[in-house]
């Protein structure tokens, strides 16, 4: 009895184990040995599980390169007759020719692409990057984060990404460095998120500057003192000819 009711408990429950589990559903044209997409959608449903035996194989390929999931697969060629089978029919050894046929394929947020194959040579090719939530490109962009995406969105991808700063991820977000946080630190560099008055970097490179405006500003005051000196001599001389003349 015990055994019955647990029994039950499990069937009640599988429909929601299932609706939790994403699939590709891959609708697949088949025309005289050449395969052509039809449709492809996500839906919640278990994949079929992975068959070592078959004369086609499926294949599912990461942003990386990296094999996801591999499998093989048979197509039905055989007709479908409506019953009662005429004689003629029913002898019949005729296969067909053109038909469409269902694939459904585990769902992974880094997938790019699907690979038919048959004896090693490719038939199909199908993007699978518009549903994909992670494109495996160090960068922590668009829809991607730590759970979907731990590889772009995790400290330690040589990217200062939007969630990090240098108190949180050091070897990402360099000190100095615009993100959105003032570190304080004394490396000689003004960190654009202090002012001059939490960043001694700030106040040194503007005691800096000040110095050398007034630098430039004395230079040139002694640059139109030599000048005017200059010119009052070159008129003194010129005033002394015309005296002599």
């Keep these: 009895m015990k055994k019955l009711i647990v029994l039950l408990i499990t ?24 395969l052509s997409l039809k449709d492809i959608l996500l839906i919640k449903a278990s994949p079929m599980p992975a ?28 007709p479908l007759y409506s ?8 002898t019949s050894s005729k296969r067909l020719t053109k038909t469409s ?38 960068v922590c962009d668009g829809a991607e984060s ?23 991820c050091s070897s990402d977000c360099h000190s100095g460095q615009k993100d959105n946080v003032c570190d304080k630190i004394a490396d000689g ?20 500057k000040l110095f050398l405006y007034a630098g430039v500003i004395a230079i040139a005051i002694v640059l139109i003192l030599i000048l005017a000196k200059k010119i009052k001599k070159s008129n003194r001389n010129k005033n002394k000819a015309a005296f002599k003349m």
Excluded: W
Excluded at 131 to 137: G, L, V
Excluded at 146 to 168: F, L, Q, R
């Design 11 to 34: 069937l009640a429950l599988l429909p929601q184990v299932f609706a939790d589990t994403l699939s590709y559903s891959v609708i697949i044209n088949y025309d005289n040995e050449t």
């Design 51 to 78: 068959d070592k035996t078959g004369e086609y194989t499926t294949r599912i390929v990461s942003f990386k390169g990296d094999l996801l999931f591999e499998t093989n697969f048979n197509i039905n060629l055989d």
């Design 83 to 90: 019953m009662p089978l005429s004689k003629e029919t029913a």
């Design 101 to 138: 046929f269902d694939l459904v394929l585990p769902y992974y947020s880094n997938a790019k692409i699907i690979k038919i194959l048959k004896e090693n040579k490719l038939l199909l090719e199908i993007d699978l990057s518009r549903f994909s939530a992670c494109n495996e490109n160090h």
């Design 146 to 168: 730590v759970s979907s995406c731990p590889g772009d969105c995790t400290c330690g991808n040589n990217i200062c990404d939007a969630n990090e700063n240098y108190m949180k």
């Design 189 to 208: 560099i003004c960190d654009p998120d202090c002012n001059n008055k939490d960043d001694y970097d700030c106040k040194a490179t503007s005691g800096s």
